[in-house]
């Protein structure tokens, strides 16, 4: 079995995109598939970026790739060079040798709603499938094109964190985004806000003195809530703080709350896709709730 994680892909806006005669589906496909490619030099273009320290674990590249209408299925590979030992009948013991190594991970973005579902292995990292593409095609198109990239959050998880405490203290949301293509009904206050401003980016930091015992009404603010649900459909990030019943601080954020799912992955990359695909579907119905 393997551990399937997801990520929301962000396309920021820019004014070359209302000239383009290509629907947003198409240009996404073009966009990433210039990234997503075994010749792309991934290490080169993490250098000088937030990712560069992944350069010291081994060689990234992407590779397998494949690519439909609305969809691009490829692997993350990271290559590293590994000392072992193997016997050897010679000098009747064990002899150290040098092996190149690679671990891969399987991944498909679904274009229409730019959701990318990945395989977590641990030696390549929990977040790093979707924060190495983030960071490589940010850096490939140097801010003529550019994605933020963002968890889909397990939605129960965080409410059940935040109804353990009694008073919330700070609330604080991170790089919100207006939702593509849309937001669910839950969201839709705050995407709706983002809309009739004009905003493309909020960062959002609210604090509570601490002198009412309710604090911060959270879930009771349409806007507030809207702000929650929009993060963890992966549109950003949310912190919330505040204290228990004991009157000790806590804190939820929905970067460490990701939706998980565990799926039996074959040698066959159409089946992978196939099932990844269905996962992105299984996800984002999930976020409805």
């Known amino acids: ?51 560069a320290e992944k350069t010291n674990k081994g060689t990234w590249y992407f590779g397998d790739v494949q690519e439909g209408e609305d969809y691009i299925a490829a692997r993350l590979g990271k290559q590293t060079e590994e000392t072992g030992r193997e016997p050897d009948e010679d000098i009747r013991g064990f002899r150290q040798v040098r092996r190149d190594d690679t671990v891969v991970s399987f991944f498909v973005i679904d274009l229409r709603s730019s959701v ?16 190495i593409l983030r960071a490589a095609f940010n ?24 109804a353990k405490l009694k008073k919330i203290t700070r609330v604080r949301f991170s790089s919100l985004t207006p939702p593509n293509p849309d937001s669910t009904n839950s969201s839709r206050p705050m995407h709706e806000f983002l809309a009739d401003s004009g905003i493309d980016r909020l ?3 609210g604090e509570s003195d601490g002198d009412e015992d309710e604090g911060i009404n959270l879930e009771g603010d349409a806007l507030l809530d809207g702000g929650l649900n929009l993060a963890e459909e992966g549109y950003g990030s949310a912190t919330i703080e505040g204290e228990d019943e004991l009157g000790e601080e806590k804190r939820v954020t929905t970067d460490e709350k990701p939706i998980e799912s565990e799926v039996d992955m074959a040698d066959d990359d159409e089946f992978n896709r196939r099932t990844l695909l269905a996962e992105v579907r299984d996800a984002l119905d999930k976020l409805e709730d």
Do not use: C, W
């Open 1 to 51: 079995m393997s551990t399937i994680r997801f990520a929301r892909l962000s396309f920021e806006r820019k004014l070359s995109h209302y000239v383009d005669q290509r629907d947003a589906i198409e240009r996404r496909r073009a966009a990433l598939r210039e990234v997503i490619d075994f010749s792309t030099n991934v290490n080169a273009l993490l250098q000088g970026t937030d990712m």
């Open 116 to 131: 990318m579902a990945f395989q977590f292995r641990r030696d390549i990292g929990r977040k790093a499938p979707f924060r």
């Open 139 to 162: 850096s490939y198109y140097n801010r003529e094109e550019e994605i933020s990239a963002s968890p889909l959050v397990d939605k129960e998880e965080v409410r059940e964190e935040i």
């Open 203 to 205: 960062l959002f930091d």
